[in-house]
């Protein structure tokens, strides 16, 4: 909801900018004084959005993610149908290179805007190295595996910072339970394989998200809403990736084994 009310009143007040610099007739916006009510409402509905409180939500499976975030405020689920083995597809997985997400590259310089806008320049995604690779990006950590079945990553950091911010060190799996520090939101991202017979398997991601603090909280909740249709669109192409890797050819042409 809180998303569809940002989305909403951005939406909102857009056309109300628009009517202002030149009122179209088929929004229904006859006058400047009109638009700037537009503009106002659009802007109040997306704010209540921002600010809708995030409930404490809790899993009672026993899956990687379970185990290691049982609790979360915050948190997006996608998945695809692969017809390949499980560790053909766990390969891919682990294999994927930003060059083959669609659109990641324009959604990281959408997310880098803030950045390059202060004039700080923040690092890209690189080219060759694999997206899931250990050690990737500080304030990351690997926190299981279960062979050619689950896989779950944990991260750490004021995400809605511009570049991200500073990131804590994060050696290990304890070290990411035992953080709790309220200037970072805590986040979880696994991947796992669910049976679905005829030699197709059904590969799915959730992410969540736990903030230790009111105000990181409310933060963190703009920041998500905002930023919710970039991140699932990146999501869905990361498993699109490797749902091709997995069930045709590596990108350089070799049969993907």
Same mark, same amino acid.
């Given at each position: 909801m809180g998303?569809?009310?940002?989305?909403?009143? !951005? !939406?909102?007040?857009?056309?109300?900018?628009?009517? %202002?610099?030149?009122?179209?007739?088929?929004?229904? %916006?006859?006058?400047?004084?009109?638009a700037a009510?537009?503009?106002?409402? +659009?802007?109040?509905?997306?704010l209540v959005g921002a600010l809708l409180p995030a409930p404490l939500r809790r899993s009672p499976e026993n899956r990687l993610i379970d185990r290691f975030m049982p609790e979360y405020h915050f948190n997006e689920v996608h998945s695809v149908r692969i017809k390949a083995p499980p560790d053909? %597809?766990?390969r891919a997985l682990l294999a994927v290179t930003p060059d083959e997400v669609r659109w990641l590259r324009t959604l990281f310089w959408i997310r880098s805007l803030p950045a390059l806008l202060l004039g700080r320049a923040p690092a890209g995604p690189g080219n060759s190295k694999?997206?899931?690779?250990? +050690?990737?990006?500080?304030?990351?950590?690997?926190?299981?595996?279960?062979?050619?079945?689950?896989? !779950? %990553? +944990?991260?750490a950091g004021p995400?809605?910072?511009?570049?991200?911010?500073?990131?804590?060190?994060?050696?290990?799996?304890?070290?990411?339970?035992?953080?709790?520090?309220?200037a970072y939101a805590k986040a979880t991202m696994?991947?796992?394989l669910h049976d679905e017979g005829a030699g197709s398997w059904r590969l799915t991601t959730e992410t969540r998200v736990f903030t230790p603090a009111p105000s990181t909280r409310r933060t963190f909740a703009a920041y998500w809403r905002l930023i919710y249709p970039g991140s699932a669109l990146l999501r869905r192409t990361l498993l699109a990736a490797v749902k091709r890797r997995a069930e045709d050819a590596a990108p350089s042409g070799a049969p993907a084994t």
């Open positions: 998303v569809v009310l940002v989305y909403a009143g !951005l !939406l909102t007040a857009a056309a109300g900018l628009v009517s %202002i610099v030149r009122p179209p007739r088929r929004l229904g %916006i006859p006058t400047r004084r009109r009510l537009v503009i106002a409402l +659009g802007l109040g509905v997306g053909r %597809i766990f694999p997206l899931l690779a250990p +050690g990737r990006g500080a304030g990351s950590v690997r926190l299981g595996e279960v062979s050619d079945r689950e896989l !779950l %990553i +944990g991260l995400f809605w910072k511009p570049a991200g911010g500073p990131r804590p060190r994060i050696d290990g799996p304890s070290e990411f339970l035992a953080l709790d520090d309220p696994g991947f796992w």
